[in-house]
């Protein structure tokens, strides 16, 4: 079964409006760890946002927020007031346990926002 | 200042060769990894060293070889490369959650793009 699941391949969103990205997840670990990763054109990862599953409240990171949904098993990531240099590929992951050191990763969504 | 730096970034070989690809993080972190990500960007994880000790080991073909010969250091050596083993290899840094830290976020490099031909 898939641990990390990102249903949309690809997303348009109109510049200045808000998008959200889809990512569940499957855990029975009740420690764990989310993560949300841009990567560019250009090609480097770049780190976004993370939640704990112990966190009470949702992560936010500027334009970034992650609507975590435990019961649900979801952790959505919400971009507002989007941004042409928003465009690229944006990856789901999650970390199981508090010392697995073991991450792993969606298949992603491209996002492309139009001017 | 580069947090994650590889080695080079693009490697052009042919089938049958032996080649490394270097990775080295100023970060101070004790965890580092090896990721393949192949040609519809899937991202997966190869190999993951905790204080120079190897701690995961994916289904990773033998003929490559990871060496972490400090901490802050991880480089990975491709025996008799195949065409299959074309992809970007990415090297991560990462530090273990504690009581100061309450997020275990990784650090990526910029990736080295191998093309086997």
């Known amino acids: 079964a898939q641990k990390i699941t990102q249903t949309q391949p690809g997303m348009f969103v109109q510049e200045k409006e808000a998008v959200t990205l889809d990512c569940t997840y499957d855990t029975s670990d009740p420690s764990y760890g989310l993560f949300w990763y841009k990567q560019p054109s250009s090609g480097e990862m770049i780190f976004l946002i993370y939640q704990g599953s112990y966190d009470q409240q949702n992560a936010t990171e500027g334009r970034y927020s992650l609507n975590f949904q435990k019961a649900r098993k979801s952790a959505n990531l919400v971009i507002s007031a989007s941004q042409l240099g928003d465009s690229a590929m944006y990856f789901c992951a999650m970390r199981e346990g508090p010392g697995t050191y073991k991450y792993i990763f969606g298949t992603g969504t491209r996002l492309k926002v139009l001017a | 200042d580069t947090a994650v730096s590889q080695t080079p970034k693009y490697l052009v070989t042919q089938m049958g060769n032996d080649k490394s690809i270097k990775c080295e993080q100023n970060?101070?972190?004790?965890?580092m990894y090896w990721y393949k990500q192949d040609s519809k960007k899937f991202l997966k994880i190869m190999f993951s060293?905790?204080?120079?000790?190897?701690?995961i080991n994916e289904t990773v073909p033998n003929r490559f070889s990871p060496k972490s010969p400090d901490k802050a250091h991880l480089n990975l050596h491709i025996n008799s490369l195949e065409l299959g083993d074309s992809a970007v290899y990415f090297c991560a840094s990462s530090q273990a959650l504690t009581s100061g830290r309450r997020r275990d976020e990784q650090y990526f490099g910029p990736g080295t793009r191998l093309t086997v031909t």
């Open positions: 060293y905790n204080n120079k000790e190897l701690i």
């Open positions: 970060l101070g972190h004790d965890t």
